[in-house]
Structures are given as structure tokens and as C-alpha cells.
T-cell receptor, first 112, second 115 residues
Framework: KQEVTQIPAALSVPEGENLVLNCSFT??????LQWFRQDPGKGLTSLLL?????REQTSGRLNASLDKSSGRSTLYIAASQPGDSATYLC???????????FGKGTMLLVSP | DGGITQSPKYLFRKEGQNVTLSCEQN?????MYWYRQDPGQGLRLIYY???????QKGDIAEGYSVSREKKESFPLTVTSAQKNPTAFYLC??????????????FGDGTRLSIL
């Protein structure tokens, strides 16, 4: 059964720092790996989706990478801003299924 | 604008009572999902449906029931058999992912508490 782990559980940084959020998964036979953002009391917003054949995806200041052989994905946030403060969740979609396995998330606080 | 609407935003349940959470989408998505989120936890899948009149159990289906009579609607009933229903419930929809890589779209959730 797929298991997804996110490290760290919480992260606090000053504005302007570049930061990396980590996600690891146990079953490397994944269809895709997705990163979501969740604001307090809200639903999830999709940030980036990396297909199994891809190594990375970029959107603005966000870059996500995927290394299936090591079972890892990273989300890189450049020049962090207070508006980036949220919980970031990664989720793996297994081959042959259309359901996601989520990590517990990393709670990010960017202070001005 | 297309999206997913969950109602109510807050819901309170008395002991022994069944309650139903509403989820409606106008994205024309075939697949719909229900997740439960507890504090400090990731999302756990309760039920999902890939097509009208069909649904499958997820990892934590016990104490819950669903129906999928219309493409746009996927209501979740929390029955009295669910002994610990206090949680944040999220509904999502997507295009089935066997042939395309499309992310799930989420509603804003319903927070359920026990009175």
C-alpha cells in the first residue's frame, strides 16, 4: 500500500528566503505526483502535477521535481512571500487507480 | 464560474442521528470523491465514484454511505454507526485519470461536529 510522508511538518521562514518542502513515497510505480495548497478552513488548490514520465514542473516561483527511483519529490518555493503561508500537501496517484494517497502536509509560515 | 459547492459549511450532529453533506459540481466531471481530514492529518478517502450510479469504498468507508444518481451530485451521509464523525469533510471531482493527467478540484469543505 502506498504511503506518503512529508518533512518537515512545519516550517517558519522570513520573507524572501528560498525553501524546499520534501515528500517521499514508498511505491515508486506511481502515475503522477501532485502538490496542493490548503489555506486554513478551506479546500485544496492544485499547484503542480508531475506525470510519471516527467522530472519536474514549474509554475511561477514554484518548481516541483520527481525522482521515482528514490521515491522522492520536492517543492521549491523561490523568494517566499507572506502570502505563501499555508499548508502544502503532496499526493501520489498509483498506476491503474484514480485515487490519491496524501501526505500529512507541511505547514508553512512566512513572516514579513 | 465552474466549481464545486459543498453545503453546509458547518454542521452539528446529535448522538444517534444521521446527517447528509451536500456536494454539487458544474465542471462536467465524471469522477467525484469524498475525503475526511482530521487536525494535523492528510486527507483520507471515504468513497469515490467514477460514473453515475456507481461508487466504490475508499480506505475509511465504515459508518458512511453515498449515492450518485446524477453526474453533478455526490451526497455523503454520516450515519450513527460512525462513532467519531467530528472532522473536516472535503469533496472533489476530476476527469478520470487513466488516460489524462488532470488534477482533482476541491470544494471548500464542511466541518462536522458532535453536539
Amino acid at each position: 500500500k502506498q504511503e506518503v510522508t512529508q518533512i518537515p511538518a512545519a516550517l517558519s521562514v522570513p520573507e524572501g528566503e528560498n525553501l524546499v518542502l520534501n515528500c517521499s513515497f514508498t511505491d515508486s510505480a506511481i502515475y503522477n505526483l501532485q502538490w496542493f495548497r490548503q489555506d486554513p478552513g478551506k479546500g485544496l488548490t492544485s499547484l503542480l502535477l508531475i506525470q510519471s514520465s516527467q522530472r519536474e514542473q514549474t509554475s511561477g516561483r514554484l518548481n516541483a521535481s520527481l525522482d521515482k527511483s528514490s521515491g522522492r519529490s520536492t517543492l521549491y518555493i523561490a523568494a517566499s512571500q507572506p502570502g505563501d503561508s499555508a499548508t502544502y500537501l503532496c499526493a501520489a496517484m498509483n498506476s491503474g487507480y484514480s485515487t490519491l494517497t496524501f501526505g500529512k502536509g507541511t505547514m508553512l509560515l512566512v513572516s514579513p | 464560474d465552474g466549481g464545486i459547492t459543498q453545503s453546509p459549511k458547518y454542521l452539528f450532529r446529535k448522538e444517534g442521528q444521521n446527517v447528509t453533506l451536500s456536494c454539487e459540481q458544474n465542471l462536467n466531471h465524471d469522477a467525484m470523491y469524498w475525503y475526511r481530514q482530521d487536525p494535523g492529518q492528510g486527507l483520507r478517502l471515504i468513497y469515490y465514484s467514477q460514473i453515475v450510479n456507481d461508487f466504490q469504498k475508499g480506505d475509511i468507508a465504515e459508518g458512511y454511505s453515498v449515492s450518485r444518481e446524477k453526474k453533478e451530485s455526490f451526497p455523503l451521509t454520516v450515519t450513527s454507526a460512525q462513532k467519531n464523525p467530528t472532522a473536516f469533510y472535503l469533496c472533489a471531482s476530476s476527469i478520470p485519470n487513466r488516460d489524462t493527467y488532470q488534477p482533482q478540484h476541491f470544494g471548500d469543505g464542511t466541518r462536522l461536529s458532535i453536539l
